[in-house]
């Protein structure tokens, strides 16, 4: 295994894209806000050190009785476990817990973490064989048991792998939002839904509190790859906890902040308090990577000529012994009032460009449900637009499984037509990838 130094720490940066001209009376400002993260080595699978001893995972297998149907589940979620288990880095702390209508560790035990290593590989291993399927469904369980011994680890960096494969029914919905928002900013959480006999809302709404991703494996033996590439996107990871902060001048409201690249996120609800007109937006951990946050904020009016800051955006991580968080980067938001139209009209490409892809996402969403309660005018109606949208924008992942939901008339128009059948995995998938966007093209 390579070695780093602690040069290969990631570097930050924050670029910003916008039309910063306002007509005469103008008060929204939008801007797309790029954050990149290189040189961190996660493309090599490693961390600083070589090893993963800053890291901390617990992996979440549903074992519930729903998993021996058919069996090639329970196998397939076996194996899975097993191929993450393989791609843990040495000094990675880990475990395993059963899930139900209860959490059960399965390995190590005893309210304990293990070290990963080539015996405790093993072990943890010959501990899957001890998996069976039986019992229901609590999903809230399972997480307060993975905060539990995720948060006995003295690491900057936790994860959970999420495995279900049917509804939460031995818990109320509030309970599991209670665990979530319990869970919230204590550990990262990816979730996969297996089969489809779950409920794709809620694997969603786990990966979204928790800012981790979310998706469907129709097929068992799928998992394997599945959960190998979760485990070595968790193990590049080597900066958590990283805040946008937005500070605003007075008189300055923020409209909405979202994350739109890779995937759609909203969130303006999630800011905490940083000081005088300054909040904070969890972004999570990150290793070798680039995503995309736009910005909308409500300026005073002024008089042309004038112009003001609107926001400053900066990238914050705490510092691991209390004192003033750290700085990894910076960017302006700025706002400039002028009588030359062309310039005040002009809409920046990325601000156009992840508009569309978040309207794609949204009528995606409405056009499902719109379908699955009969309203087969409205679905029309919104899948047309979202095919519109997404041929318009060259995303061609969704229109490729849009087109397995309505046959495309015209994707230029968005005219289209509501298959008659739609395979459930199809039309789930559709559901869980609907927030997946491209980049802008530059």
């Known amino acids: 295994m390579a070695n780093f130094s602690k040069s290969n720490v990631p570097q930050f940066s924050v670029d910003v894209y916008q039309n910063e001209f306002l007509p005469e009376g103008g008060r929204e400002v939008n801007a797309i806000v790029t954050v990149t993260s290189t040189g961190g080595g996660t493309s090599g699978g490693t961390t600083p050190s070589g090893t993963g001893a800053d890291a901390a995972v617990v992996i979440m297998v549903d074992c519930s009785g729903s998993m021996d149907y058919p069996p090639t589940k329970m196998r397939g979620a076996r194996d899975a476990t097993a191929a993450a288990i393989d791609a843990l880095r040495d000094g990675t702390s880990f475990a395993v817990v059963a899930g139900t209508h209860v959490a059960n560790e399965v390995y190590p035990g005893n309210g304990r973490l293990a070290v990963a290593g080539p015996a405790t590989r093993g072990q943890a291993k010959d501990a899957l064989r001890r998996l069976s399927a039986g019992g229901g469904t609590a999903i809230g369980t399972w997480l307060r048991l993975a905060d539990r011994l995720l948060g006995s680890a003295e690491v900057s960096i936790r994860h959970g792998i999420l495995l279900t494969d049917g509804r939460n029914e031995h818990e109320s919905p509030e309970d599991l939002r209670a665990a979530l928002d319990a869970c919230a900013g204590r550990f990262t959480c990816g979730a996969r839904g297996v089969g489809t006999d779950w409920e794709v809302k809620e694997v969603t709404g786990i990966a979204s509190a928790l800012l981790g991703t ?229």
């Open 214 to 442: 979310a998706d469907i494996v129709a097929d068992p033996q799928g998992l394997a790859a599945d959960f190998t590439a979760m485990m070595e996107n968790a193990m590049g990871k080597e900066v958590a906890d990283v805040a946008l902060r937005l500070w605003t001048p007075v008189g300055v409201e923020i409209a909405f902040v979202k994350q739109v690249a890779p995937t759609v996120e909203e969130l303006t609800s999630r800011r905490t308090e940083a000081g005088p007109r300054a909040g904070d937006y969890p972004t999570g951990s990150w290793g070798d990577e680039s995503r995309d946050y736009h910005v909308c904020v409500r300026v005073p009016q002024a008089a042309i000529g004038q112009e003001m800051l609107a926001a400053r955006v900066s990238l914050i991580v705490p510092d691991p012994l209390g004192s003033a968080p750290k700085t990894l980067g910076q960017g302006l938001v700025r706002a400039v009032w002028t009588d030359d139209m062309a310039m005040s009209t002009s809409i920046n490409p990325q601000v156009a460009h992840y508009t569309g892809q978040a309207e794609l996402a949204q009528v995606i969403q409405q056009g499902l449900d719109a379908r699955k309660i009969g309203d087969h005018d409205g679905a029309t109606a919104k899948l047309g637009r979202a095919v519109q949208l997404a041929a318009a924008s060259g995303n061609a992942d969704t229109a490729k499984l849009l087109s397995k939901v309505v046959d495309v008339v015209d994707a230029a128009t968005g005219t289209v037509r509501l298959k008659a059948k739609v395979a459930e995995a199809d039309e789930m998938t559709l559901e869980t990838r609907s927030t997946k966007t491209v980049r802008v093209k530059k």
